[in-house]
C-alpha cells in the first residue's frame, strides 16, 4: 500500500540540526496520520505521499517549515518573587503571551536565574534551527473511521487519549 491521505504511516527517523548533531531518535517507530492532519510536519507529509513499506526520507526543514523563526519578544525578564523559590534553569511553565487574550498561553522555559529577576524563554527550542530528517517507512495502512473521526491515530486496543 502507497503513502496517500487518509493512510496511517510508521515510520523511524534521526532530527539532526544544521551542524548534523544528532537532537533526536525513534527507539520504536512512530505512526501519524497522513494527509494534512497536523500529525508530523507539513515538508516530510509531502516527502513521503505516493511512497510504500522500505522508503527512505533525507530532507532538509528549514525553520519556517518547521519551529518557526526565533522570536526575541518572547523572551522575558520577570521579577524573581513571581517564581517559586527552587526555581532552576530548564523549568519550564505555562504563561500568558505579552498583550494576548484570556485563552492567549505559551509555555516559558527558565533560562536564566539571578537573585532579583529570571529570564524565560517562550520559543520553542529548535525555534530559528534548520533540520535535517531521515527516515524509513515501516508500515502503511488504511485509517479507521475512528482515526479519522478524531484526525489522529490509535494505539492497539482503540482511542487512548
Request: charged share 25%; with cysteine.
Amino acid at each position: 500500500m502507497k503513502i496517500a491521505k487518509d493512510t496511517v504511516v510508521s515510520l523511524s527517523y534521526e532530527l539532526s540540526d544544521a551542524n548534523g548533531t544528532l537532537l533526536e531518535r525513534t527507539e520504536d517507530p512512530v505512526s501519524y496520520l497522513h494527509g494534512g492532519y497536523d500529525g508530523i510536519f507539513p515538508t516530510v507529509e509531502e516527502a513521503l505521499h505516493g511512497k510504500d513499506v522500505g522508503a527512505k526520507c533525507a530532507i532538509t526543514i528549514e525553520p519556517d517549515d518547521a519551529f518557526g523563526e526565533y522570536e526575541h519578544d518572547l523572551v522575558r525578564v520577570e521579577p524573581r518573587n513571581l517564581f517559586p523559590d527552587e526555581i532552576a534553569i530548564g523549568m519550564q511553565f505555562e504563561g500568558g503571551a505579552e498583550g494576548g487574550g484570556d485563552d492567549d498561553y505559551s509555555l516559558y522555559t527558565v533560562v536564566d536565574v539571578t537573585d532579583s529577576e529570571v529570564t524565560v524563554d517562550g520559543n520553542h527550542p529548535l525555534a530559528g534551527k534548520t533540520l535535517g530528517f531521515v527516515g524509513v517507512v515501516t508500515g502503511v495502512r488504511a485509517a479507521t473511521a475512528d482515526e479519522l473521526a478524531h484526525g489522529h491515530t490509535h494505539g492497539e486496543g482503540g482511542h487512548l487519549h
